[in-house]
């Protein structure tokens, strides 16, 4: 057999073959009664091609509990055959199926805000965002000023933790991109009620104490370094910052400058 006699006889195979997968329709719905009933099946939705030698008929589903999904029934046949065979019959969920949430892991459950007066939520040993902190020496001095310094607690955030906070308030509702925040043409630092946090993130974030905010909260986050977060903030984060107040300030610098001409010289 020459190449362009086999090639022929393949291409012939196909289209025999493909005369006994497309014509199945009926055969298709046979087996969905005899799994189902046939009050279960609905209209002849089309037929797709799994491979040369298996394609899939759908149909629609009339099974209660399962709105929006089709029934598909899967034949095959080999070239010489008369007819096809059914392979499986299976619900697929269609594009207007109604369909279970993603499941969450029992541990990821609980999101900002579930939590009440009373409960508790104790973080897991192995946390990644929580590493060893200082151990009490006995010392009444030493352990005065580790007190002072923020120290004296089993375990502290870790680096890792730190930037994810970082990220996370970066990219909640008082980030940059609020609209307050983008409105506002002042430098928050500059504001006698600005409290800013101790450690690294207070180049970065602070509080307002003043009691004109809801939340008692105003974040100072810089764009180019949240998005990158990292424990060694840059200096240029105490430059660049927002607020959620009216005298905040904006993440351009263009604004902190217009903001600096505002202001009174002494």
Request: aromatic content about 8%.
């Amino acid at each position: 057999m020459t190449a362009r006699t086999e090639e022929a006889a393949i291409t012939e195979w196909s289209q025999e073959v493909a005369a006994l997968l497309t014509g199945a329709v009926d055969q298709a719905r046979a087996a969905i009664e005899e799994f189902s009933g046939p009050e279960s099946v609905g209209d002849y939705l089309g037929v797709s091609y799994e491979d040369p030698a298996a394609a899939t008929h759908r149909f629609l589903a009339h099974v209660p509990g399962y709105r929006g999904w089709q029934w598909a029934v899967v034949v095959a046949a080999y070239p010489g055959a008369d007819h096809a065979t059914i392979s499986e019959v299976v619900l697929v969920p269609g594009p207007t199926a109604l369909l279970a949430p993603e499941w969450v892991p029992w541990d990821q459950r609980i999101r900002p805000g579930d939590l009440g007066p009373g409960d508790l939520l104790a973080a897991p040993p192995d946390d990644p965002r929580l590493v060893p902190g200082y151990a009490a020496t006995g010392d009444p001095q030493v352990d005065e000023v580790a007190v002072e310094l923020g120290l004296g607690r089993r375990r502290v955030m870790s680096a890792w933790g730190r930037a994810q906070a970082a990220q996370r308030w970066h990219d909640g509702e008082y980030g940059p991109n609020s609209p307050m925040a983008r409105s506002t043409k002042r430098v928050c630092r500059d504001c006698g009620f600005y409290l800013p946090l101790a450690g690294s993130l207070g180049r970065m974030f602070g509080s307002a104490a003043t009691r004109c905010l809801p939340t008692g909260m105003s974040w100072t986050p810089s764009t180019a370094a949240a998005r990158t977060p990292t424990p060694q903030l840059p200096r240029a984060a105490a430059r660049r910052c927002m607020t959620r107040t009216t005298t905040g300030c904006s993440t351009s610098p263009r604004h902190r400058q217009t903001a600096s001409r505002s202001r009174p010289r002494p």
